[in-house]
């Protein structure tokens, strides 16, 4: 998802791949596709697309994910969309 950036290197998202049990539902939920399960174990493939809705940490058994949902690229790329649609209200930084 090259399209969705906001600034590098700032997404809280985390792996902690000893605890990963390779079963994929990170890379299932993620809307940005930014998980790849290979060998069994879940790695982060393109960690400046995440938009830290928080659906990968929600749905991992293991608790092998975590991220702080809202803070960063979700909060300001839905705020943009909503004043692209509706024109009320403005982007706001994270």
Not at 37 to 63: H, Q, S
């Amino acid at each position: 998802m090259k399209d969705f950036r906001y600034i590098e290197g700032v997404a809280t998202l985390r792996l902690n791949a000893a605890k990963c049990i390779g079963c994929g539902m990170c890379e299932t939920v993620c809307p940005h596709r930014i998980f790849l399960v290979r060998k069994k174990k879940a790695a982060i493939g393109d960690l400046d697309a995440c938009m830290e809705c928080g659906a990968c940490a929600r749905n991992c058994p293991a608790d092998a994910i975590t991220v702080t949902p809202g803070v960063g690229c979700a909060a300001y790329i839905i705020s943009a969309w909503i004043h692209q649609f509706t024109g009320t209200g403005g982007t706001r930084c994270c």
